[in-house]
């Protein structure tokens, strides 16, 4: 299939602004950047009025907890775990999580979302929506070491069997959980399979300070130390949160090329505290957005995500210059694409086909004066026209390509009426 999106502004392939340019897609490839003249195109989508940029990557999220939005709010971390967030789960069932993914993904193209990180249990089952979707996805069996090992063992089954899958939109990761609920057999452990793979592992480090300082009267380290005298950092080590961190903890992840998962908003609502972004920045590490999962959010809007992320940091360093836009906007695609190894970094020939058009049709994105800073400072899920993701449409101008809304939406309210209770 050969598409030429015709008509938008298109961010260049430095990130830096954005320009009059077609793109043509083939193959679910980036063909070309320009007139898009003397390209033969089974189809032309117009995309007049429109900003056209790489998709969103929400770079750590937890698909099924769509379904507790709005079910446990206004706690602390370990409270909001263990009187709501755990004995919910415990009601949950493998179909059910299926359908509060299909609800993920629907809000995650809606939002301009091409690439996502997940981690949950169930994930053999609701893997099946991600296909449905047309998204792509990294995704991990979360890894706890309760019972012994045999989480290990289901991590490596999952792997097995859907690593590539879907002409390789789907990737199988490797997740221990956190440092607080994993055993060091079980960290080594994880560490040697996901190695001899050469997969992604995904693991949250210092969010909250109770976690931090329990990790240090545990170990006598930090989470990141721990994780550097594992030998669990390198440039496949995805760190969500790193809110707790040191100077050293930093200058350990830069030097090992970790990248760190930075989650503002939820960070913000559990009262975790606000992660050092401006300092890994500078130390030259790779620093990806995500939302984390709704019920701690309580949405997978990588805009609101973006927003935050430019102006937090500004007014906690008091520093207007601490995040600038083209910043954030890397942080929210590129620098996630980087992170998970998928996805468009740039629009650019050979790029990946994950692109999101961004309408200019409503009053807060007017005047043009500069479409970057409309984009992170005045845009939001509402805009997105259109979803394209692996060179194939799954959403245009309010329409769902892929997904069944109404019935997805239904049956995710059926299922909390049970469930979040
Ligand atoms: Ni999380």
């Given at each position: ?8 502004l ?14 043509a ?10 007139d ?19 998709a ?6 937890h ?24 004995p919910?789960?415990d ?17 995650m ?6 690439a ?11 893997i ?78 210092s ?62 609502k ?7 972004v ?15 999962g ?40 590129a ?60 959403y245009?101008?309010g ?19 049970r469930?979040?209770?």
């Amino acid at each position: 299939m050969k598409i030429l999106l015709k008509g938008a502004l298109t961010l260049n392939a430095e990130g830096s602004s954005f320009v009059r340019a077609n793109v043509a897609v083939e193959n679910g490839k980036i063909a070309l950047v320009g007139d898009g003249a003397g390209f033969e195109a089974d189809e032309v989508i117009s995309l007049d009025n429109c900003l056209l940029m790489p998709a969103f990557v929400n770079a750590h999220t937890h698909l099924p907890m769509t379904l507790f939005r709005g079910a446990a709010d206004d706690m602390p971390l370990l409270t909001w775990l263990e009187t709501r967030i755990w004995p919910m789960e415990d009601k949950l069932s493998a179909k059910d999580a299926l359908i509060a993914a299909r609800l993920a993904c629907a809000e995650m193209i809606r939002s301009g979302v091409s690439a996502f990180n997940d981690m949950y249990f169930f994930t053999d089952t609701f893997i099946e929506a991600v296909c449905e979707s047309g998204l792509r996805g990294a995704l991990c069996r979360a890894i706890t070491s309760g019972d012994g090992d045999f989480r290990v063992d289901e991590a490596i089954a999952l792997y097995d069997r859907w690593h590539g899958a879907e002409n390789g939109r789907i990737a199988i990761s490797f997740g221990p959980h956190a440092e607080y609920t994993c055993s060091k057999e079980t960290l080594l452990r994880t560490r040697d399979e996901a190695n001899k793979r050469d997969a992604l592992l995904h693991i949250h480090c210092s969010e909250s300070q109770e976690e931090h300082a329990q990790c240090i009267e545990r170990h006598a380290k930090t989470p990141v130390a721990w994780f550097e005298e594992l030998g669990l950092l390198s440039e496949r080590t995805l760190l969500a949160h790193c809110v707790q961190v040191t100077d050293d903890d930093i200058a350990l992840i830069a030097a090992r090329g970790a990248n760190v998962l930075h989650n503002p908003q939820s960070n913000l609502k559990l009262g975790s505290g606000i992660a050092p972004v401006p300092k890994m920045l500078k130390a030259g590490v790779n620093v990806a957005l995500g939302t984390d999962g709704a019920a701690s959010n309580n949405n997978l809007d990588m805009f609101e995500e973006m927003r935050l992320a430019a102006t937090l940091h500004k007014g906690f360093m008091r520093d207007p210059v601490a995040v600038p836009a083209d910043t954030a906007l890397k942080m929210a695609s590129a620098n996630g694409a980087k992170a998970l190894r998928m996805g468009c970094k740039a629009i650019a020939e050979s790029e990946a086909a994950d692109l999101v058009a961004i309408s200019l049709e409503h009053p807060h994105m007017n005047p043009v004066n500069d479409a970057l800073k409309n984009v992170v400072y005045s845009a939001g899920m509402g805009d997105v026209a259109m979803n394209m993701t692996d060179g194939k449409v799954l959403y245009y101008k309010g329409e769902y390509k892929t997904l069944d809304i109404e019935k997805i939406k239904f049956e995710a309210n059926e299922i909390a009426k049970r469930v979040c209770v």
